[in-house]
């Protein structure tokens, strides 16, 4: 076996391929591809670009800007509703959201390419000129202090909303740096760690206070912030990955998803190997093996124990990994790791799927008689995280469903009045745009909450 290693190798292969959503080279670029835009929409009738934004950009307006060289204000017209605006241009699945509702796409002409413009003005914000012309902080103009736990897409977007709204707010987080699964997570052929450190520094300048390393766990830390703060914002996202509990776990060249995505990311040494596996069917999934192949694996295969059709990752995602060479093996049900002291296989055993039961789903059932060995010598599990269902002992009103923590979807409520909550947490695994959506829905609620305790 052909190990190749960490962060060298990794960037050597990356200088071939490129990021999946390259800058705009100049301003010339982005005024042509600005000027496809047909500008739809109007008071009355929002355009379906922005009707399909989580975080309800007006998309028609910063294109306008940018079509006529104001891109400091398309950068504004951005971070008015998304202020990580930049990172979610890099990460977001614009093919089934606001690229996907563009008219032009539907007339067969070609999607603007929405993400690539909003990338090019939030840069110029954060990372260039425009940099120079950020506003200084602002004062509380209410009372009420709002605590966030959580610096992830929906938490920042939380506190900048309720920054907006006049109220002070404070964001903590366990890790030393901002950016939650964006940081964390999300593979580096999607985005590493820029821009959102300066879309945190950005946040910082308007007033909000931002403290990392900072984890609040167990009651009495939760205590402690109640007793400070009139309300807290959860944006905690999902816990940790779900375990893959199989014999040969343990073997060198078993790896779970994200700390592996997160050493990458750290700059960290890791290994892949020359045949990889990838246990899952989710977006993750996806995202690992495209990356395998990145790193210069020779063969990636997906191992999913349903068929394409219930695949959860997105159509348009299994399109571009099978474009660049990810193969997949479907009704395939896992049942330990083989090899003496590293991995050398995935023992499996083809399954076939079940009448729906009650809902809906199709439950895989092995077929005897049918185990066999696929040869690799790396094989990565991304088969969903936990949830945090911890914060149910240390919070009393709490609900869940699964692993989803329930609120009141047009507030983020959650059965304590005190706590309102978004992202992940709540939806059990979304984009981060979406949890950008809550976090401003949420902050909006909590600053009415203030209002009406005031009047």
């Not at 083809?350 to 060995?373: H, I, K, M, N, Q």
Request: glycine share 12%.
């Amino acid at each position: 076996m052909s190990v190749k290693g960490g962060n060298l190798a990794m960037q050597a292969v990356r200088s071939s391929f490129g990021e999946l959503r390259p800058a705009l080279r100049n301003l010339a670029q982005a005024t042509v591809e600005a000027q496809r835009c047909l500008l739809c929409g109007d008071a009355y009738a929002p355009a379906p670009c922005t009707v399909a934004c989580p975080a309800g950009i007006d998309v028609p307006g910063f294109i306008r800007a940018i079509a006529q060289g104001e891109i400091g204000h398309a950068a504004d017209v951005i971070f008015e509703d998304n202020p990580v605006g930049g990172s979610c241009a890099r990460v977001c699945p614009t093919p089934i959201l606001c690229e996907g509702a563009c008219v032009l796409e539907h007339e067969g002409e070609g999607a603007v390419e929405i993400a690539r413009l909003q990338r090019f003005a939030t840069d110029h914000r954060l990372l260039g000129t425009g940099a120079d012309h950020e506003p200084m902080p602002m004062r509380p103009t209410r009372s009420g202090r709002v605590a966030v736990i959580g610096a992830g897409p929906g938490g920042l977007a939380c506190a900048g909303a309720l920054r907006e709204l006049g109220l002070d707010v404070t964001v903590f987080d366990a890790n030393p740096a901002p950016g939650g699964l964006v940081r964390y997570a999300i593979a580096p052929y999607r985005q590493w760690q820029q821009p959102l450190d300066e879309e945190a520094e950005r946040l910082r300048r308007r007033g909000v206070e931002l403290r990392f390393s900072a984890p609040i766990e167990g009651e009495a830390a939760l205590r402690a912030l109640e007793a400070e703060y009139d309300f807290i914002y959860l944006g905690v996202g999902l816990g940790e990955d779900t375990p893959l509990d199989l014999p040969g776990q343990d073997l060198a060249g078993v790896e779970l998803a994200l700390p592996w995505i997160a050493d990458l990311k750290a700059g960290r040494a890791t290994q892949i190997g020359e045949r990889v596996a990838v246990i899952g069917g989710g977006n993750t999934a996806i995202d690992v093996a495209r990356e395998a192949l990145h790193l210069g694996a020779r063969d990636v295969t997906i191992l999913y124990r349903r068929t394409r059709t219930e695949m959860p990752a997105y159509p348009f995602e299994v399109e571009e990994a099978i474009a660049e060479g990810v193969r997949f093996l479907w009704l395939v049900l896992p049942t330990g790791f083989v090899g003496a002291h590293r991995l050398e296989g995935v023992a499996c055993r083809y399954a076939r799927l079940s009448e729906p039961d009650f809902d809906g789903r199709r439950r895989p059932e092995a077929v005897a008689g049918t185990d066999f060995v696929f040869p690799c010598d790396t094989a990565i599990g991304a088969v969903g995280q936990v949830a945090r269902r911890t914060l149910s002992d240390w919070i009393p009103g709490l609900e869940f469903e699964g692993s989803r923590l329930l609120v009141d979807p047009a507030t983020g409520q959650t059965g304590n009045p005190r706590y309102y909550a978004g992202g992940d947490a709540t939806r059990g695994g979304d984009t981060a745009v979406a949890a950008v959506g809550d976090g401003t829905r949420a902050a909006r609620a909590i600053a009415r909450r203030m209002e009406e305790a005031g009047s």
